[in-house]
């Protein structure tokens, strides 16, 4: 009588077994403090296509590799779907950097899709030359530039850094100009769609942003830094079903297709279709096995 019990027992285990079957996301990282979690992912395969081959942990340090060139990756807000960077050869309120090193902020054509620097984030172009395609062909040289929430030029001008670069002459922002273009010139990333020092011929540049509704009185309090917003493109139900079936994200090897990685098995959806053709065969297992006890049990008790 003891064996069927056993039996019994076998069977309850081999389905809650099935019942938890969860496989142990591969993909998730950790660089420094930073959790590297879908969209991004630090191994090839893991994350959104859109994100691939951007994030490198280097000595615990992030970095975020683009075609305007590296970054370091400050914070990762997974909440708010953004991300924010820092240059170290991007000017401050402490620092005017120029010499034209910093990288600015331009993405490859097919990642523009995914990642934009947020409208709320303000950059500032600095020492670019008067015949910078900035100050052309706008009608009556009416600048481009302007304030983008609250931060722009007039109040960038207060800060330390100015009295080293010395003796600067601001015009107001926004007015015709004569010979001399301003000094500093504000605008969102959405009015060029690239910041290129190169092709705007601008000796540095500064980017601030601000956190939302929280507002900050002077330059001195603007955190420095691009605050970039990331999107996987209104696609966030294959991710969604695939984890929600216990699988992880990832992608093939075209660099393109989504997949859900189940364990063992890649599915083009997620881990319940993998999981049911399975369950198919442990049951058909079981049911073997269960015959095969009862078939003891019956000659034990015979
Ligand atoms: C992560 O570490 C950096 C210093 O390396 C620190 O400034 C930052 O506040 C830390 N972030 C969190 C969320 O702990
Ligand atoms: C599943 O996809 C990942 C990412 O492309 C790949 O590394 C892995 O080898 C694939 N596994 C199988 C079983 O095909
Ligand atoms: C910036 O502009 C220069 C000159 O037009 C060009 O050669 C370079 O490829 C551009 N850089 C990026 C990152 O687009
Ligand atoms: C930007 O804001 C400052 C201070 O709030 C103001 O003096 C300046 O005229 C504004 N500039 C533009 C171009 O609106």
């Not at 207060?158 to 080293?164: K, L, Q, R």
């Amino acid at each position: 009588m003891i064996i069927p019990i056993f039996t019994t027992f076998f069977f309850l285990t081999q389905f809650f077994q099935l019942g938890s079957t969860t496989h142990t996301n591969t993909c998730r990282s950790f660089c420094g403090n930073l959790t590297i979690d879908y969209p991004f992912a630090l191994q090839s395969g893991c994350g959104h296509p859109g994100f691939r081959d951007l994030l490198f942990c280097m000595n615990d340090v992030l970095m975020f590799h683009i075609v305007s060139g590296s970054y370091r990756v400050l914070d990762i807000d997974y909440a708010y779907n953004s991300l924010t960077l820092h240059d170290p050869h991007m000017s401050t309120c402490d620092a005017i950097v120029l010499g034209s090193k910093g990288n600015g902020f331009a993405v490859e054509p097919w990642r523009v899709p995914y990642m934009n620097p947020t409208p709320d984030n303000v950059f500032m172009l600095i020492g670019c030359s008067a015949q910078s395609p900035l100050f052309q062909g706008f009608p009556a040289k009416h600048l481009p530039c302007r304030n983008v929430s609250g931060m722009g030029c007039e109040q960038y001008y207060g800060c330390p850094a100015w009295d080293s670069v010395g003796g600067h002459t601001h015009k107001p922002p926004g007015s015709a100009f004569g010979s001399d273009p301003p000094q500093c010139c504000a605008l969102s990333f959405d009015s060029i769609k690239a910041i290129n020092l190169t092709k705007l011929q601008c000796g540095g540049y500064s980017s601030a942003y601000s956190l939302a509704p929280l507002r900050v009185d002077g330059p001195n309090d603007w955190s420095y830094g691009i605050r970039v917003k990331y999107s996987v493109q209104g696609n966030e139900e294959f991710c969604r079903a695939c984890e929600a079936t216990g699988g992880t994200c990832g992608y093939g090897t075209d660099g393109i297709r989504q997949l859900c990685m189940c364990g063992s098995t890649n599915s083009t959806s997620n881990c319940d279709t993998v999981k049911s053709s399975s369950r198919r065969i442990y049951s058909a297992v079981d049911t073997l096995s269960g015959f095969l006890m009862c078939l003891l049990a019956w000659m034990a008790t015979n």
